[in-house]
């Protein structure tokens, strides 16, 4: 509205305020009103019931992290949370942790490890990303094939609702049938039905089981892709279980000088316990792989390599594009050769990322104009509905996916479960201010238009 100082009013509430554009991980753009910097619960409170009376829209920022526009927004109250970053309490015989949203991810598992235990879940950007947007977007990781997403480390949750209002939602208990299971909810909800404001992880000891890592160059897609229907069908469970293609390889080796094997079939990157490695050097053998056990340096130095791919390719592109479907690990060879298919149809580089043991493939597509990958995009992910799959298994949904998530839901599930997301964030946010337009709400304005 013409002469409204957004800054002025947050400042007036004694708040701690800038003016900046911002962009997220892909180059989305965030343009708000005011940036908002809350220490306490309370201070939300105070943003939150100011924002619901003007009908001001919000979108809270972790650490911009984000894969899918979801943070994008454009005169908003953008929360930044980095201030609210204290572990609150470590709690070592009822084992779990409670924290405020803006702690690091990597720093909560070093403080954790300390006390002999540790958060599963590990995305990608653990060094970057903060644990209040791994929980709104339900993040997964390399560590997902034995330990999930956020999804199933998280216990309890308290939120600032958007009519400003305060709930803890859910108890730090292994057990909880009181009521529905409203914790799960705000879990992947994408900042759309309120402000997380502390957080009660589940944790573990760290194992005590021998882990062995193994680093696997593979003739063929084909045979990669035999590798992980084996393992799956003689029962071992690996701790991680990655690939990479041959782009991937070429990419790290040389942005990052990785000094890695390259192979037509791509690397499997393995962490399993000593029991199996006898039945896994038997399955490699078998589809012709090489394998080399590594030490512990190698291995952190790998793993390192893995986590740092995304960055890699995108600096060897103008655009990027990051897919995140996942297949049944049953499909994972139809998968890849419908992928290699779209490649060579659209004559683009298009290398995969994958979390291969949950059958989770990042596809990431690179190109001169982002316009032009458009149309690509949506066939991956059709690629994944088609194969009985999902349009995303950790990155959300956010403004990018939301056509095809319509689809998706229409297709597996039909349009009322759509409907009823719909209901939810209307009783939750009647108002409409928190993060608006994307996500759900969106989905479901594509599907009415088709």
């Not at 305060?166 to 799960?184: F, Q």
């Not at 005590?208 to 003739?219: G, Q």
């Not at 063929?220 to 390889?249: H, N, Y």
Request: net charge negative.
């Amino acid at each position: 509205m013409e002469g409204f100082d957004l800054e002025k009013e947050m400042k007036e509430l004694n708040l701690t305020t800038s003016k900046e554009s911002r962009e997220d991980f892909l180059s989305y753009k965030v343009k708000p009103g005011v940036i908002v910097y809350p220490r306490t619960e309370e201070e939300i409170v105070k943003v939150v019931d100011y924002a619901n009376r003007k009908r001001i829209p919000i979108v809270t920022w972790g650490a911009g992290t984000s894969l899918t526009g979801a943070v994008s927004c454009e005169g908003c109250i953008l929360i930044d949370m980095k201030y609210m970053s204290s572990i609150l309490e470590i709690n070592d015989v009822d084992w779990y942790v409670r924290t405020q949203p803006g702690v690091n991810l990597e720093y909560l598992n070093k403080k954790l490890m300390e006390r002999g235990f540790f958060l599963p879940p590990d995305p990608a950007s653990f060094f970057l990303c903060s644990v209040g947007g791994a929980v709104a977007n339900s993040s997964g990781g390399m560590r997902g094939v034995k330990y999930g997403t956020f999804r199933d480390w998280v216990l309890a949750l308290k939120v600032v609702l958007p009519t400003g209002e305060i709930v803890k939602i859910g108890e730090p208990l292994r057990k909880n049938r009181a009521g529905y299971d409203l914790t799960h909810l705000f879990v992947g909800s994408e900042g759309t039905l309120g402000v997380i404001t502390e957080i009660w992880f589940r944790i573990v000891p760290l194992p005590k089981r021998k882990l062995i890592p193994l680093l696997v160059s593979m003739p063929s897609l084909d045979s990669t892709a035999g590798v992980i229907s084996d393992i799956r069908k003689s029962g071992i469970m690996p701790e991680i279980a990655e690939f990479m293609d041959s782009e991937v390889l070429k990419t790290l080796n040389v942005h990052l000088n990785a000094g890695l094997k390259e192979s037509e079939g791509g690397m499997l990157i393995l962490l399993i316990e000593d029991q199996d490695l006898e039945s896994i050097r038997n399955i490699i053998r078998k589809w012709d792989g090489d394998l080399t056990e590594l030490s512990d340096k190698e291995w952190e130095r790998v793993y390192s390599l893995r986590a740092q791919a995304a960055i890699a390719l995108k600096a060897s592109a103008k655009e990027m594009l990051v897919e995140d479907i996942v297949v049944p690990v049953s499909k994972l060879m139809d998968a890849i050769r419908k992928l290699k298919e779209l490649e060579g149809k659209f004559n683009v580089r298009m290398p995969v990322i994958a979390h291969i043991g949950d059958g989770n493939l990042h596809p990431n597509i690179l190109l001169e104009e982002k316009e032009v990958a458009l149309e690509l995009f949506e066939k991956v992910g059709e690629i994944a509905i088609e194969l009985g799959g999902s349009i995303s298994g950790e990155h959300g949904i956010g403004v990018q996916k939301t056509k095809l998530m319509a689809i998706q839901l229409a297709k597996h599930n039909g349009v009322k479960v759509l409907e009823i997301m719909k209901r939810i964030k209307e009783i939750i946010d009647p108002n409409d201010i928190m993060n608006p337009g994307k996500y759900v709400e969106l989905a479901y304005n594509e599907s009415m238009r088709n």
